[in-house]
């Protein structure tokens, strides 16, 4: 005896055609969420290494310093630093 009729056949083959379907919609939107996610955190990567560059050129412009005064450079660098998250951290 046959195990299926042609159609059990039918369905089965629709319901295959069906999750395949829904596989290859899944698949479509996780890509999306990956690249979402790998553009995030590159924003974020650049976002701290200007960051930490920026603390270093300060750090350097402190230590250089004879005095207890801050030097036009360092008074610019710190202002600019203060707003960089306003800058940075908002939606592009």
Sequence with gaps: MIGFTVEEIDQKIGE??????????????????????LNAAQRFWDIYNDLTNNFNEIQDCINSQDSPQVSTKCYYYCTALCRLPMVYFSEP
Excluded: F
């Design 16 to 37: 295959m055609e069906q999750l395949n379907d829904e596989i290859k919609s899944k698949t479509v939107t996780r890509g999306r969420s990956l690249e979402e996610a």
